[in-house]
């Protein structure tokens, strides 16, 4: 059989509501991988907080985090790294909005770099896997660089005002994406960043055919990675709109839906 590339956003798709990669899953994912399959985590969060995971599978391929604005190979540095950031200038554009839009925190990483504007000790904790350095303070001050990302809390009730707000005044220069749960969050990146250019860039690298690609998600960051896969496989968990547009729809994460597909489709039989 030809090599696929399997494509794994990790939270409420590769991972379980307990944070944890079931049993059954990972039995066939590690099967398909020792088979010659390419599998690669493809998530909106930041590396410091997926590479226990990647360990975890015993990964050795490339990974995405930030939705796509940063791709790089932990284990061979011959991979050409991507990281892709928006503009300084942009970003206190939005930080100054602060003041006329009900927003409780604003959060810039770089990379694994956090400056967070006022301290949340819910968001610390969030924000302190993979113990990064975090600063607190007035961004417009603290920001030694353009962000990979810019993250907006604000309450549930705030979120389409503020998206409204950032399509009017900012679409030609960033992308924005709500964030699943615990948090009410927008997270910002770079116009042009998705999963879907991201997993073409990795697939082109590995040489792997179009045909031969299969993606699995949840949420509103998955869109355009679900809409590029050959097989784009919504979870069972996943939001209505997703579910509308993927190839198929498994299982949830809680119930094996990662390796119930594969080992249907791959005729496994375990």
């Not at 696929?4 to 049993?23: A, F, Q, V």
């Not at 050795?60 to 061979?76: E, K, L, R, V």
């Not at 094996?256 to 375990?270: A, C, E, R, T, V």
Request: negative net charge; hydrophobic residues 35%; proline residues 4%.
């Amino acid at each position: 059989m030809e090599k696929h590339l399997i494509c794994l956003d990790l939270d409420g798709t590769l991972l379980n509501d307990e944070k944890r990669i079931s049993p059954f899953t990972k039995k066939v994912l590690q099967y398909l991988k020792k088979s010659g399959h390419e599998i690669m985590i493809s998530t909106g969060r930041p590396y410091r907080a997926s590479v226990d995971y990647y360990n975890a599978m015993n990964m050795n391929t490339p990974i995405i985090n930030f939705n796509g604005a940063y791709i790089h190979h932990p284990t061979d540095n011959r991979f050409p790294t991507k990281h892709e950031q928006f503009d300084t200038r942009i970003a206190y554009k939005i930080y100054k909005d602060i003041s006329q839009l009900d927003i409780k925190n604003i959060i810039a990483e770089v990379k694994d770099q956090v400056y967070i504007n006022n301290y949340d000790q819910s968001l610390f904790e969030g924000f302190s896997m993979g113990n990064p350095e975090i600063k607190y303070g007035e961004l417009d001050q603290l920001l030694p660089e353009s962000p990979t990302s810019l993250l907006i809390q604000a309450e549930e009730s705030e979120i389409p005002r503020i998206k409204r707000h950032l399509n009017k005044h900012y679409a030609e220069f960033i992308e924005h994406r709500r964030w699943g749960a615990p948090f009410p969050v927008i997270e910002i990146v770079k116009k042009g960043i998705n999963k879907g250019k991201a997993v073409k860039y990795v697939a082109e690298y590995l040489d792997i055919d179009f045909d031969n690609i299969i993606a699995f998600g949840d949420e509103d960051n998955d869109f355009e990675m679900i809409q590029f896969a050959n097989y784009g496989i919504a979870m069972g968990n996943a939001i209505p709109e997703l579910k509308e547009i993927a190839t198929e729809v498994t299982d949830t994460n809680n119930n094996d839906g990662i390796g119930k597909y594969l080992n249907k489709h791959f005729d496994l039989n375990m």
